[in-house]
């Protein structure tokens, strides 16, 4: 495995239900991102960790709870999403957020869907 | 003063034909620009980018095309080709430290044979 990898690829959520998105990267990085993306909208940095310390919560609701158990892997836990959290998840790691987010190395995307 | 503004939001252009996509931005401590390509089930994947201290960087078919004074930034794409059809993301930064790069909101560039 290279680069960096997510799952599931797809995944269709009621409102009530708990899931897990997962990340890893196979870079060496030390810093790891999760961003939303909508249609015709910027992408959103949501949360990012350096060193496994999170440094940024960009205001995200609390039914988005990242964890981060080490520089390679990256979990956001969703419970109780609404129908507008539908949007592709991408995760992106970079050697080390102290540098910069010049280096940016996204993952696939998980297309999230909640009914 | 953060955000990146990108037009146009979708474009068509024939095989061989020069695609130009425009991107402009406020903040003047912004100081790396690249431009990000997506592919539709992939992530963004950083395709060019640019600094302020040169006016155009070229890789093979794809120039960036930097005008300081005016805060504009372009794409170009020489003889597109249907394989280059894919989302176009520019974005912008100041480097060095613990800041977030800011996206425009992406063209949608479609290059029909």
């Known amino acids: ?115 | 003063q953060q955000q990146v503004k990108q037009s146009p939001q979708s474009l068509i252009v024939q095989k061989g034909g020069i695609s130009i996509i425009n991107c402009a931005y406020e903040n003047t401590a912004f100081d790396y620009f690249p431009w990000y390509q997506q592919f539709p089930g992939k992530g963004p994947a950083l395709l060019i980018a640019i600094r302020p201290d040169v006016s155009e960087k070229k890789e093979g078919r794809f120039t960036i095309s930097f005008n300081k004074s005016a805060k504009q930034f372009s794409l170009h794409i020489m003889d597109s080709q249907p394989g280059d059809s894919a989302t176009y993301f520019c974005a912008a930064i100041n480097s060095g430290g613990y800041n977030k790069l800011i996206f425009g909101a992406g063209t949608r560039l479609a290059v029909h044979p």
């Open chain 1, 1 to 115: 495995e290279t680069g960096v990898t997510q799952t599931p690829r797809h995944l269709v959520m009621g409102m009530t239900n708990k899931k897990s998105l997962k990340c890893e990267q196979h870079l060496g990085h030390n810093a790891m991102y999760w961003y939303k993306q909508s249609a015709k909208k910027p992408l959103e940095l949501m949360f990012v960790y350096n060193f496994k310390e999170q440094t940024e919560n960009n205001s995200v609701p609390s039914r988005f709870s990242p964890e981060c158990p080490n520089s390679s892997h990256l979990f956001l836990h969703l419970h109780t999403l609404q129908p507008e959290d539908s949007a592709l998840y991408l995760c992106a790691s970079s050697p080390d957020r102290g540098q910069g987010d010049e280096k940016l190395f996204f993952g696939s995307g998980t297309q999230l869907s909640v009914l």
